[in-house]
């Protein structure tokens, strides 16, 4: 080494020292204690108290102010227009927005009234904890009892409705046991339609209490029988025949019939209509008519129990259509009753067109009968009761202490609520106190709970808040320095790409800390030649940074004497071992690029291996991890530069159109996972392989991601640093012609 050049990386080293000499000192034990006091507690000024914002300010200092004013001059405006006439079109328009604006404002004054209300009543914590145990406590269980008694609501008018459903059904069978009866009777002796039909109804009226019972029987088209009928036939006028939609098979059911006393109105009926056969000859119908009106209705109740409202059926429309179908004419109740009302619904047929319709029954019932009807069958007694009405009992007595529990929860819920929010209040005075700088302040303690051991947690608080403003004041100061460290290690890296014409070079650096000792670096050493260089201080944080800065210095000057890497690091391990302590060393790789020769020169000291992928159209298409021998830098044992020199080898490889070299630190390979596996260098070897086609951009990107996929949530442990190159001897060639 020449003095010139002695001078110079002198000069280097003294710059890079005067950078970080620069910063301000780290170690707390150089600041006297005195001062150290008055840097760590910093005065405490009180804010002021905001004072209370009055109707003015709201309306002529907020937005919506200056909105609800504005909107108001307009509609003024506009209505002195219409005053005068019509107003423009322009004008209605504004009118409109104004009115627009005009709701804006109510709202936003609304909503701030509501948050205003809301913070003044919910200031103490004693009403938040009423509030909370109402709504924890108290609706839960008004939820609870509403939602069951809307079950028993819901269950009771279901029941009610299958009793009622279940009798009309059993008149429905009747009618058909006795038309069907009838039909059989007149098969086998045709002669006595007449006196079946009186005598079938007669036996109906009597037995089965339908004093309404009315029966006919139609003879067929052609047939020499007479048509007969039995029973008054008050409420519909007597058919003259079956209709077609009947069919052979006959009909039983709900039928919509003509009123025999108005001419618009119907009538509700059951009827069966059963076919009275002798062999395959029908001889004619056999119809049952049992009219829906207050008598059946009054013999329902007394087998169901539940009374309903006799239906009214609307007059039908011109041809034959029901206009509404069959709608009841119940009275409606007074008042809202939760059980005692339900409704049933029938399918009914028009008689003439066999149109089918609805109709509705509006019913009344009573709870107790359905609960009768319901547990008739548990009659065994127990003592003086029946099973059923010990289980009611049972169930009268739960709801009682139900609601003595809830009442005493209640009363409980208050008091705790009371105890909770006076020991809150003393804390709230407390920190008050301690927010103004009375730190001697001390809570009374009256309590052996846990209220009370967290009084006595906050006196010892106030006790030892001195040290933690201390101790954060200091951790903000060393924060900072460590900011400065990282802003001035980031600008020891190259800044911007590598205009290298042949070469495309993409790299990153991400310090695990926030200053790492990973380093790289490019060196221009002629027209076509580069020096790049990648390495790992041992350890993390600012010494790492400083042996970083120190081994920068050196390779600036290093660079330009020594053209040989391995020449290099047996210079750079002769320096740098005489300044490192015991503890640290270096790992580095070193290569020089000749574009010109298309030759890689290259000498590894204990770094992680290189990764050499050779561009398309070579004999070894795969990618090669290329390991020299080599030891680490900057051992301070004895013989350690003997054996350094010893193991260090040079080596060098071909330079082909599309090559690509990956140079990169261990955080990259021992990236670990939530189970502790490593990346690894296989791992990284065979993505370059399968994506070694892209741009160095886009690979360096590719590799990130897989990273991070493969790391998950882990933390990142170590720096991580990758150099990429990808070579373009085409560019080389074009540049140099």
């Known amino acids: 080494m020449t003095r010139g050049q002695r001078l110079k990386f002198g000069s280097t080293i003294v710059c890079y020292h005067s950078i970080f000499n620069s910063m301000p000192p780290t170690r707390l034990a150089e600041t006297p204690a005195p001062a150290r006091r008055r840097q760590a507690l910093p005065s405490l000024p009180l804010p002021p108290p905001e004072p209370p914002r009055s109707a003015r300010d709201v309306l002529l200092r907020s937005w919506a102010g200056r909105l609800f004013i504005v909107a108001v001059i307009t509609k003024f405006l506009a209505a002195l227009f219409r005053v005068g006439g019509e107003p423009p079109a322009f004008i209605q328009v504004l009118s409109s927005i104004a009115t627009l604006a005009m709701a804006t404002s109510l709202v936003y004054f609304i909503a701030r009234l509501f948050i205003m209300i809301k913070r003044r009543l919910l200031w103490r914590v004693r009403r938040k904890l009423i509030l909370s145990y109402i709504f924890i406590g108290v609706v839960p269980a008004l939820l609870i009892l509403f939602f069951f008694l809307l079950g028993a609501a819901v269950f009771s008018m279901n029941v009610s409705a299958y009793l009622f459903k279940d009798g009309y059904d059993d008149v429905i069978r009747d009618a058909s046991v006795l038309s069907d009866a009838a039909a059989v009777e007149i098969a086998r002796m045709p002669a006595s339609a007449a006196e079946t039909i009186a005598r079938v109804q007669r036996n109906g009226a009597r037995t089965r209490n339908y004093a309404s019972l009315s029966m006919l029987f139609v003879p067929a088209p052609g047939s020499k029988l007479a048509r007969v009928s039995a029973g008054e036939w008050k409420h519909a006028p007597v058919p003259d025949d079956v209709p077609a939609w009947v069919g052979a098979g006959g009909f039983e059911g709900t039928v919509v019939v003509p009123d025999s006393e108005t001419a618009t109105g119907t009538s509700l009926v059951i009827r069966s209509v059963k076919p009275a056969l002798a062999g395959s000859t029908r001889l004619g119908y056999v119809v049952a008519d049992v009219p829906v009106d207050g008598s059946l209705i009054d013999q329902l109740y007394e087998t169901t129990g539940i009374r309903s409202a006799v239906p009214e059926v609307h007059a039908s429309a011109p041809g034959g259509a029901l206009t509404e179908g069959a709608r009841a004419a119940a009275p409606q109740p007074d008042e809202f009753v939760l059980f005692g009302r339900s409704v049933a619904f029938f399918d009914a047929h028009e008689w003439l067109t066999g149109k089918n319709t609805r109709t509705t029954f509006p019913m009344k019932y009573r709870l107790s009968e359905i609960y009768g009807r319901l547990v008739t069958a548990q009659s065994a007694q127990v003592g003086s009761m029946s099973v059923a009405q010990a289980i009611l009992s049972a169930l009268i007595l739960v709801a009682v202490l139900f609601l003595i529990i809830q009442m005493a929860a209640l009363t409980m819920g208050l008091a705790l609520a009371r105890s909770i929010t006076s020991s809150i209040h003393e804390l709230f005075m407390g920190t008050e106190r301690v927010r103004q700088g009375d730190f001697a302040h001390r809570i009374e303690i009256t309590t052996k709970d846990q209220l009370g051991e967290l009084a006595d947690s906050f006196n010892q608080m106030t006790g030892s808040i001195e040290n933690l403003l201390l101790t954060a004041a200091e951790k903000k100061r060393l924060e900072e320095e460590l900011r400065i460290a990282r802003e001035i290690q980031m600008s020891l890296l190259p800044r911007g790409p590598l ?70 690091l047996l210079e750079v391990n002769r320096i740098i071992s005489e300044n490192l302590d015991s503890r640290s060393f270096i790992t580095m790789t070193y290569a020089v690029l000749d574009l010109g020769k298309g030759v890689m020169t290259y000498a590894r000291a204990g770094h992680t291996p290189l990764i050499y992928l050779p561009g398309p159209g070579a004999a070894v298409p795969d990618a090669q991890i290329l390991i020299p021998s080599g030891m680490v830098l900057g051992l301070r044992i004895d013989g350690a530069a003997e054996k350094f020199a010893e193991l260090l080898e040079e080596e060098q490889i071909p330079l082909n159109n599309g090559d690509v070299i990956v140079l990169y630190t261990d955080g990259i390979t021992e990236a670990m996972n939530s189970a502790s596996d490593l990346f690894g260098d296989h791992r990284l070897s065979r993505i370059i392989e399968e994506h070694g086609h892209l741009e160095s951009g886009e690979l360096r990107e590719r590799i990130l991601r897989e990273i991070e996929a493969f790391v998950g949530s882990a933390d990142q442990h170590d720096d991580m640093t990758m150099i990429l190159m990808k070579i373009d001897r085409a560019e080389v060639a074009r540049v140099a012609v």
Do not use: N
């Open 499 to 568: 205009e290298m014409p042949g070469l495309g070079v993409t790299a990153l650096c991400v310090p695990a800390r926030e200053v790492g000792g990973d380093y790289y670096d490019f060196f221009i050493l002629g027209p076509e030649r580069v020096g790049i260089i990648i390495a790992d201080v041992s350890g993390k944080g600012t010494s790492a940074a400083l042996y970083m800065a120190e081994l920068k210095g050196l390779l600036l000057s290093l660079s330009q004497i020594h053209h040989s890497p391995r020449k290099l």
